[in-house]
């Protein structure tokens, strides 16, 4: 068949071509409402969500329904994030020819990070799944069956341990930030970076409690695995550490007895490393490990006799309890983890702007802020919105880091650490190259030098000690002149606490706050700050999809801005003229259609 432009149509015979359309048509009239493209590579289960499909598949909601659930996240999830889910990260932990298949690898993925977004227990969200339109829409399971919309507290459990393991948490909050970035054309110029306080689902003991958790859990370990062992125990250790109400006892133990209590615990738990350390099985036992850490940083050991240490000598980064030692102290936040967190920012933010977290890593408590510059930009850097300008605390803009940051073409700022003590070198008059051309008091030099990162001016000595100024000058006296010494950074902070002053940097600066209200919506909307998990791995993996779930949730707030900014402008800018050439543009389409 030719058609009338003159093509070749796709089949030869117009009666054949009829039937082929019947056909289709039929098909799709009877089960399209059922059908859901898929591809399976053996084993594996994905749906193909790219794929427009020929008949609106949610066509049985009602309007008002319809467009309520649209503008929410799931919205956006189902239309942006879903088709673009990394799950061929997923396939090289599945085998494509053996075992049962596998579920839907993007509701897989999907179900995962509603948990995390709504805070939700392991039941609840099997049930979320089975049950909640919202979910349904945002994972376009448009015909909730079993196959489709149950999973098991297993297969939840699995596909979670996984992901932990193998970090895939990170890829998978790669992948959705890139894409929305992208999608809402988000300038990553400027970031701003601070962190955020976690617990893990553990109590907070004391010294006393930290020794009979971690003698109670070796005894109960020992007397499962090896009974043997178990029974060459001293009794009295036993009597005090195993017994069901014991561990409780040390809880009411009175202050004026804490000192003794606490010699009696090291000395146990001395007795019981010393006892196993020869044997190898036992060694490698995770309890045992504990006891031996504990014993490491809670005691001396002189000559076989075990003393408490004093709380001073203790480090920041000793076990704060035996359930999760992976969790250190901060003196100024506590016991547990902190995430660092780094989003993006506007400045004069509009509804229709969105700021979006753009890196984040969880690490220990006692960690120092300082460390954390560097790596956040190379992340950054790698996802190609290495910003140009960065907002953070002062532990973060020591001169190491903004040094570095320099040299990637990042300017950090931030306060200079030290407060707002007024560096010796800021009442120096400065020549463009680091010499000191005058001192405060109009008096120039006698003597300058400079030898590698080192300056050094000499003053006229009578004159230094004639100065009223003296006392608070950085000029020291020396055999024969006045000398002030100072190096390349120490100029470099002198010319940062020049410009801390400045109304530039104020103006600057004062966007960083904004930071904080990022980090009590992350707790508000996602409940970070109080998790149901223990270890670093797990809590990283909660922190990661939670800044996910929030990025979501932004997006869909940002998405919805915009849609009324749209349909404010469509009525201002509305003209009888430009609805009838739209008609009939529309109707032109449709004839054509037709025609062929």
Same mark, same amino acid.
């Given at each position: 068949?030719?058609?009338?432009?003159?093509?070749?149509?796709?089949?030869?015979?117009?009666?054949?071509?009829?039937?082929?359309?019947?056909?289709?048509?039929?098909?799709?009239?009877?089960?399209?409402?059922?059908?859901? @493209?898929?591809? %399976?590579?053996?084993?594996?289960?994905?749906?193909?969500?790219?794929?427009?499909?020929?008949?609106?598949?949610?066509?049985?909601?009602?309007?008002?329904?319809?467009?309520?659930?649209?503008?929410?996240?799931?919205?956006?999830?189902?239309?942006?994030?879903?088709?673009?889910?990394?799950?061929?990260?997923?396939?090289?932990?599945?085998?494509?020819?053996?075992?049962?298949?596998?579920?839907?690898?993007?509701?897989?993925?999907?179900?995962?990070?509603?948990?995390?977004?709504?805070?939700?227990?392991?039941?609840?969200?099997?049930?979320?799944?089975?049950?909640?339109?919202?979910?349904?829409?945002?994972?376009?399971? /448009?015909?909730?069956?079993?196959?489709?919309?149950?999973? *098991?507290?297993?297969?939840?459990?699995?596909?979670?341990?996984?992901?932990?393991?193998?970090?895939?948490?990170?890829?998978?909050?790669?992948?959705?930030?890139?894409?929305?970035?992208?999608?809402?054309?988000?300038?990553?110029?400027?970031? %701003?970076?601070?962190?955020?306080?976690?617990?893990?689902?553990?109590?907070?003991?004391?010294?006393?409690?930290?020794?009979?958790?971690?003698?109670?859990?070796?005894?109960?370990?020992?007397?499962?695995?090896?009974?043997?062992?178990?029974?060459?125990?001293?009794?009295?250790?036993?009597?005090?550490?195993? *017994?069901?109400?014991?561990?409780?006892?040390?809880?009411?133990?009175?202050?004026?007895?804490?000192?003794?209590?606490?010699?009696?615990?090291?000395?146990?738990?001395?007795?019981?490393? $010393?006892?196993?350390?020869?044997?190898?099985?036992?060694?490698?036992?995770?309890?045992?490990?504990?006891?031996?850490?504990?014993?490491?940083?809670?005691?001396?050991?002189?000559?076989?006799?075990?003393?408490?240490?004093?709380?001073?000598?203790?480090?920041?980064?000793?076990?704060?309890?035996?359930?999760?030692?992976?969790? $250190?102290?901060?003196?100024?936040?506590?016991?547990? /983890?902190?995430?660092?967190?780094?989003?993006?920012? $506007?400045?004069?933010?509009?509804?229709?702007?969105?700021?979006?977290?753009?890196?984040?890593?969880?690490?220990?408590?006692?960690?120092?802020?300082?460390?954390?510059?560097?790596?956040?930009?190379?992340?950054?850097?790698?996802?190609?919105?290495?910003?140009?300008?960065?907002?953070?605390?002062?532990?973060?803009?020591?001169?190491?880091?903004?040094?570095?940051?320099?040299?990637?073409?990042?300017?950090?700022?931030?306060?200079?650490?030290?407060?707002?003590?007024?560096? @010796?070198?800021?009442?120096?008059?400065?020549?463009?190259?680091?010499?000191?051309?005058?001192?405060?008091?109009?008096?120039?030099?006698?003597?300058? %030098?400079?030898?590698?990162?080192?300056?050094?001016?000499?003053?006229?000595?009578?004159?230094?000690?004639?100065?009223?100024?003296?006392?608070?000058?950085?000029?020291?006296?020396?055999?024969?002149?006045?000398?002030?010494?100072?190096?390349?950074?120490?100029?470099?902070?002198?010319?940062?606490?020049?410009?801390?002053?400045?109304?530039?940097?104020?103006?600057?600066?004062?966007?960083?706050?904004?930071?904080?209200?990022?980090?009590?919506?992350?707790?508000?909307?996602?409940?970070?700050?109080?998790?149901?998990?223990?270890?670093?791995?797990?809590?990283?993996?909660?922190?990661?999809?939670?800044?996910?779930?929030?990025?979501?949730?932004?997006?869909?707030?940002?998405?919805?801005?915009?849609?009324?900014?749209?349909?404010?402008?469509?009525?201002?800018?509305?003209?009888?003229?430009?609805?009838?050439?739209?008609?009939?543009?529309?109707?032109?389409? /449709?004839?054509?259609?037709?025609?062929?």
């Amino acid at each position: 068949m030719t058609l009338k432009n003159g093509s070749s149509g796709l089949f030869t015979s117009p009666s054949i071509y009829a039937n082929q359309v019947c056909f289709s048509c039929v098909f799709l009239i009877c089960y399209g409402h059922n059908f859901k @493209p898929s591809w %399976r590579k053996n084993m594996i289960n994905i749906g193909d969500h790219k794929q427009i499909p020929l008949f609106d598949q949610w066509g049985h909601l009602g309007e008002k329904c319809r467009k309520l659930i649209d503008d929410s996240w799931a919205g956006i999830f189902q239309k942006e994030i879903l088709p673009e889910l990394p799950v061929k990260a997923l396939f090289p932990y599945f085998s494509d020819s053996t075992g049962r298949p596998t579920k839907d690898l993007h509701t897989v993925i999907g179900v995962l990070i509603f948990q995390q977004a709504f805070d939700l227990t392991d039941q609840e969200t099997v049930l979320q799944l089975a049950s909640n339109i919202q979910w349904h829409y945002a994972l376009n399971i /448009f015909n909730p069956s079993d196959i489709a919309a149950y999973m *098991s507290l297993k297969t939840l459990w699995n596909n979670r341990n996984l992901i932990i393991s193998n970090e895939l948490d990170k890829v998978i909050f790669n992948s959705i930030t890139e894409k929305l970035v992208n999608v809402f054309g988000v300038d990553t110029t400027q970031q %701003r970076l601070d962190s955020v306080h976690i617990k893990s689902n553990m109590c907070k003991l004391g010294r006393i409690g930290i020794f009979s958790e971690s003698i109670n859990g070796f005894l109960n370990i020992l007397n499962v695995k090896y009974p043997v062992q178990f029974g060459t125990v001293d009794e009295e250790i036993v009597k005090r550490y195993h *017994s069901d109400k014991a561990v409780g006892c040390f809880s009411r133990v009175k202050p004026s007895e804490s000192s003794k209590t606490l010699d009696t615990v090291s000395s146990d738990l001395y007795k019981l490393v $010393t006892q196993f350390e020869n044997d190898s099985e036992i060694c490698k036992t995770k309890s045992y490990k504990i006891l031996k850490r504990v014993l490491s940083e809670q005691c001396n050991v002189v000559d076989s006799v075990v003393t408490p240490k004093y709380k001073k000598e203790i480090s920041s980064d000793s076990l704060q309890n035996p359930s999760d030692p992976d969790a $250190t102290y901060s003196g100024h936040k506590g016991q547990g /983890f902190q995430a660092q967190i780094m989003e993006t920012y $506007t400045e004069d933010k509009q509804d229709t702007d969105l700021n979006i977290i753009t890196y984040v890593e969880v690490e220990p408590a006692h960690k120092s802020d300082s460390n954390a510059l560097i790596p956040a930009l190379e992340s950054v850097k790698e996802q190609k919105m290495l910003p140009e300008v960065v907002l953070a605390d002062t532990l973060y803009g020591s001169d190491d880091n903004t040094q570095k940051a320099n040299e990637m073409g990042v300017d950090i700022v931030s306060p200079v650490m030290g407060g707002s003590k007024e560096s @010796p070198l800021q009442s120096f008059n400065m020549s463009d190259n680091g010499t000191i051309q005058s001192c405060p008091q109009g008096h120039t030099p006698v003597k300058i %030098r400079k030898k590698n990162d080192k300056y050094g001016a000499s003053f006229n000595s009578e004159t230094c000690n004639q100065c009223p100024m003296k006392d608070k000058c950085p000029a020291k006296a020396g055999k024969r002149y006045h000398y002030v010494n100072y190096s390349d950074k120490d100029l470099r902070i002198s010319k940062r606490r020049l410009y801390e002053e400045s109304p530039e940097f104020k103006d600057k600066y004062r966007y960083r706050s904004g930071v904080e209200a990022t980090m009590s919506q992350y707790d508000r909307r996602t409940g970070v700050k109080h998790l149901r998990i223990r270890g670093l791995k797990s809590v990283r993996y909660c922190a990661v999809m939670k800044a996910t779930a929030l990025n979501i949730f932004r997006a869909a707030m940002v998405r919805i801005a915009r849609n009324r900014a749209i349909l404010g402008n469509l009525s201002t800018n509305f003209s009888p003229k430009l609805f009838i050439k739209i008609f009939k543009e529309f109707f032109d389409f /449709f004839e054509l259609r037709f025609y062929y």
